[in-house]
């Protein structure tokens, strides 16, 4: 067990410095890609948050994602570069404000229950951005001046943003690692395993659930600030139920349980759907990129039914007929 | 609004309702009975809307004998997916088996694609029904959309004879209160499962193969049809049959007269509801049985 906490700190270490030392390599293509991929691993690590470590199925963490990114937008001023210092915690804040109403009131259902009351909640907000002129309707919304512009946190800058979006993610996984160790932490653990026993014991669950959930809205927001910046552009899609779905997919497919399962998952499916849609190796092939990565996900589900971070364990048992550590 | 423009406007979310229940009750159904939340659901709607398309050509335009075929073909297909896709995920955790629909629904959009192409098509009224009736003065009423109704009514009709009324419903019902308990009574859970399987699949494509001709077909209705199955299901009580078929016909009403009414909110109305109806009754409006 110890021999296993180990590895896992090791492994996220070095997966940390081989990001940190990326751009030594990458070109600028590779770094935006990569940029991307990390967006969507503090995305899917917020998403963790919930339905790993809670057991809390949200099915519309794209809203809170979506909030962040269109607020990145529209608090910012047309005629020149909003702070970076006043912009990211609106995001965040924004972001976390919406949660909290959402969780306020979806937490008083369960299962199943939860899952599409969420998804409610992210319908709507999706429509109010799809169907009214407050932020560009369906055709979405640009950003006329990065953040920062011209001030030595350069947003604009691909190296620069690449090394601020890291930071966070390095941040975010520490933050939530340290909060799952945590008397907060622990309490999470024990509504996944029994909610029934936590009450029974004397936890009231409904704060520790609600102050769950807000945390991961306003670190989805702060993603969501992160990817607008880089693109400069937001358009409804960011709020969408396929982001969501897809998000879900992303944690599962690395293994539901492990911050760092949410990481290897985000970077997992982001990259295969990379492959999948690269022309040079598919060719013409590469139009139908959703056939390889649907069937990619079917039998990884048949083969790891504990996610890809369950992978080590099951080699080491078909090779040595052991249990790992 | 008129008296014969709320006439229409209500045989339409009496058919859209309907339509809507169709779908719904294989989801319900399947998540009732086997546990499974299939987001692979709407992709069936999809594939009978396609086959409906695609098989005319091959029975000679026959609209019926389309019909006929693409419910057989839709039954073997429930099937044989259920033996290859879900057997072996009944123990696992739901999230894996949402993960394993996941995958199927960008599968079954690619295979789409790849046979029938991206484009948009529409499917001929059948002769026999082409015609219109009148209502009112001025107004006419499409006598397809009529039929399309009767039929989901019967098609209702007929399945919740079947739940309560033969031995096949009862193991059904008794499957999804406790499966040890009916496996131990030597019944062939297995089976059941496959049975209920195909036969959501079977429904929703049918309701996608009869609701062609009114609607166009395009990439990626089934989502769409899907989300708002899940709404339906949900309000109604997951698992309860007579809650899908009321608050599909809810659904069906407050869409349809939010578009004429509210156009400019009627997206989120639906939503609106559902997340009204959860918080007062957190378990739907029906208990699931």
């Given amino acids: 067990m110890i021999y296993k906490e180990k590895g896992k700190t090791l492994f996220v270490g070095l997966f940390?410095?081989?990001?940190?030392?990326?751009?030594?390599?990458?070109?600028?293509?590779?770094?935006?890609?990569?940029?991307?991929?990390?967006?969507?691993?503090?995305?899917?690590?917020?998403?963790?948050?919930?339905?790993?470590?809670?057991?809390?199925?949200?099915?519309?963490?794209?809203?809170?994602?979506?909030?962040?990114?269109?607020?990145?937008?529209?608090?910012?001023?047309e005629d020149g570069p909003a702070s970076?210092?006043?912009?990211?915690?609106?995001?965040?804040?924004?972001?976390?404000t919406y949660a909290l109403f959402v969780g306020a009131l979806s937490l008083r259902t369960k299962g199943v229950y939860f899952i599409m009351v969420t998804l409610a909640f992210a319908q709507m907000a999706y429509y109010v951005v799809h169907d009214t002129s407050l932020g560009g309707g369906s055709d979405g919304i640009y950003m006329y001046f990065t953040p920062g512009e011209e001030t030595w946190l350069d947003l604009s800058n691909p190296v620069i943003l690449y090394f601020f979006t890291l930071l966070f993610l390095v941040w975010t996984f520490v933050f939530l690692a340290i909060l799952l160790r945590s008397h907060l932490g622990r309490a999470l653990a024990g509504i996944r395993i029994n909610e029934q026993r936590m009450l029974?014991?004397?936890?009231?669950?409904?704060?520790?659930?609600?102050?769950?959930?807000?945390?991961?809205?306003?670190?989805?927001g702060m993603a969501g600030f992160l990817f607008a910046v880089q693109d400069g552009f937001v358009n409804p899609e960011m709020l969408s139920w396929h982001l969501s779905?897809?998000?879900?997919?992303?944690?599962?497919?690395?293994?539901?349980?492990?911050?760092?399962?949410?990481?290897?998952?985000?970077?997992?499916?982001?990259?295969?759907?990379?492959?999948?849609?690269?022309?040079?190796?598919?060719?013409?092939?590469?139009?139908?990129?959703?056939?390889?990565?649907?069937?990619?996900?079917?039998?990884?589900?048949?083969?790891l039914p504990k996610g890809l971070v369950g992978l080590p364990e099951l080699v080491q048992k078909r090779l040595f007929g052991t249990q790992a550590g | 609004m008129d008296l014969s423009v709320f006439l229409i406007q209500l045989l339409n979310s009496l058919q859209y309702g309907l339509l809507l229940y169709l779908v719904a009750m294989g989801l319900t159904l399947i998540f009732g009975i086997m546990g499974v939340i299939n987001l692979a659901h709407g992709s069936f709607y999809m594939i009978g809307a396609y086959m409906a398309y695609a098989l005319a050509p091959l029975v000679g335009g026959n609209f019926f004998l389309t019909l006929l075929v693409g419910l057989v073909l839709a039954v073997i297909l429930g099937y044989l997916?259920?033996?290859?896709?879900?057997?072996?995920?009944?123990?696992?955790?739901?999230?894996?088996?949402?993960?394993?629909?996941?995958?199927?629904?960008?599968?079954?959009?690619?295979?789409?694609?790849?046979?029938v192409g991206d484009d948009v098509y529409g499917v001929s009224v059948p002769d026999i029904l082409s015609g219109s009736?009148?209502?009112?003065?001025?107004?006419?009423?499409?006598?397809?959309?009529?039929?399309?109704?009767?039929?989901?009514?019967?098609?209702?009709?007929?399945?919740?004879?079947?739940?309560?009324?033969?031995?096949?419903?009862?193991?059904?019902?008794?499957?999804?209160?406790?499966?040890?308990?009916?496996?131990?009574?030597?019944i062939d859970i297995k089976f059941l499962y496959r049975v209920v399987f195909a036969a959501g699949v079977a429904i929703a494509a049918f309701a996608g193969m009869i609701s062609a001709p009114v609607s166009?077909?395009?990439?990626?209705?089934?989502?769409?049809?899907?989300?708002?199955?899940?709404?339906?299901v949900v309000i109604g009580?997951?698992?309860?049959?007579?809650?899908?078929?009321?608050?599909?016909?809810?659904?069906?009403?407050?869409?349809?007269?939010?578009?004429?009414?509210?156009?400019?909110?009627?997206?989120?109305?639906v939503y609106v509801l559902m997340a009204l109806i959860l918080l007062w009754k957190p378990n739907g409006l029906f208990k699931a049985g």
């Avoid at chain 1, 990001?19 to 070109?27: D, E, I, R, S």
């Avoid at chain 1, 492990?258 to 970077?267: D, E, N, P, Q, S």
């Avoid at chain 2, 089934?222 to 199955?229: A, E, K, R, T, Y």
Wanted: charged share 10%; with cysteine.
């Fill in chain 2, 216 to 232: 166009s077909i395009y990439p990626g209705m089934g989502n769409q049809v899907l989300i708002i199955c899940f709404v339906v």
């Fill in chain 1, 16 to 77: 940390f410095l081989a990001l940190a030392l990326y751009p030594l390599v990458g070109g600028e293509y590779s770094i935006t890609l990569v940029n991307k991929i990390m967006i969507y691993a503090i995305l899917a690590l917020s998403l963790e948050l919930l339905v790993g470590s809670t057991g809390l199925v949200c099915f519309g963490q794209a809203a809170f994602f979506g909030i962040g990114a269109y607020a990145a937008i529209l608090l910012s001023p």
């Fill in chain 2, 133 to 186: 009736i009148a209502l009112g003065d001025v107004m006419t009423y499409p006598v397809y959309r009529l039929f399309v109704s009767a039929v989901c009514l019967l098609l209702a009709l007929g399945m919740y004879l079947v739940f309560t009324r033969t031995r096949l419903g009862m193991m059904i019902r008794a499957g999804s209160v406790n499966r040890e308990m009916v496996q131990s009574l030597g």
């Fill in chain 1, 200 to 220: 029974a014991s004397g936890f009231s669950t409904y704060p520790y659930k609600l102050a769950a959930f807000v945390t991961s809205g306003g670190i989805a």
């Fill in chain 1, 245 to 303: 779905g897809a998000l879900l997919v992303m944690i599962i497919l690395g293994g539901l349980g492990h911050l760092h399962g949410a990481m290897i998952g985000a970077f997992v499916f982001v990259f295969l759907q990379e492959f999948f849609k690269s022309a040079e190796i598919f060719g013409d092939f590469a139009e139908h990129w959703h056939l390889g990565l649907g069937l990619t996900i079917i039998i990884s589900v048949a083969l």
């Fill in chain 1, 84 to 96: 970076v210092w006043f912009l990211l915690p609106a995001c965040v804040v924004l972001a976390a």
């Fill in chain 2, 81 to 115: 997916l259920e033996w290859a896709f879900f057997s072996f995920l009944y123990d696992r955790e739901h999230l894996q088996q949402v993960l394993m629909t996941y995958g199927l629904i960008l599968v079954f959009e690619e295979v789409r694609s790849l046979l």
């Fill in chain 2, 237 to 269: 009580g997951i698992g309860s049959i007579r809650g899908a078929f009321f608050a599909a016909l809810l659904i069906g009403l407050v869409d349809t007269f939010g578009k004429v009414l509210l156009p400019e909110a009627s997206g989120v109305l």
